[in-house]
């Protein structure tokens, strides 16, 4: 089993809409895996420009969950610790870099029932509940 720490927001919209990236293999939350030496902050902001071209500024810390994910193609399991953040997108200044990947804005609801970690709809789940 390895270990994976990563970073992903919870973005909300000024409709109330939820920021999901939606890939070949699942819904996530935007962000991803931490580089060695980057702090969550630094891969957050990394991610989030590579997937949707938008720079992000982090609001709050919502907090971290470990999660135990399996992946098939590898066939390896991972031991994710993500750590979450509520944020908001500022200036779009590029277009993203991973073309599978596509940003999806969903009711909050609709959020929760595609999300494909656990630990992602917790993190929606908990917005707002950050100290």
């Known amino acids: 089993m390895y270990d994976r720490p ?9 409709a109330g809409l ?7 293999r699942g819904w996530f939350l935007p962000g991803g ?13 990394r ?6 071209g938008y720079e ?7 907090g971290a969950r470990i999660e135990v994910v399996y992946a098939a193609d590898e066939d390896t399991h991972y031991r994710i610790r993500s750590h979450f953040y509520q944020a908001h ?3 779009k200044i590029a277009d993203g870099a991973e073309p599978d990947h596509r940003l999806v804005w969903l009711a909050r609801d609709d959020a929760l029932d595609r ?4 630990s992602q709809a917790w ?3 908990s917005k707002g509940e950050a100290p």
């Open 6 to 14: 990563g970073a992903y927001a919870v973005i909300e919209d000024d």
């Open 18 to 24: 939820i920021a999901v990236i939606e890939t070949g």
């Open 33 to 45: 895996g931490m580089d060695a030496g980057e702090t969550a902050v630094e891969a957050l902001q």
């Open 47 to 52: 991610e989030v420009l590579e997937e949707t």
């Open 56 to 62: 992000v500024l982090v609001i709050a810390e919502i």
């Open 89 to 91: 997108l500022a200036a």
């Open 115 to 118: 999300l494909t970690r656990p």
């Open 123 to 125: 993190a929606v789940q």
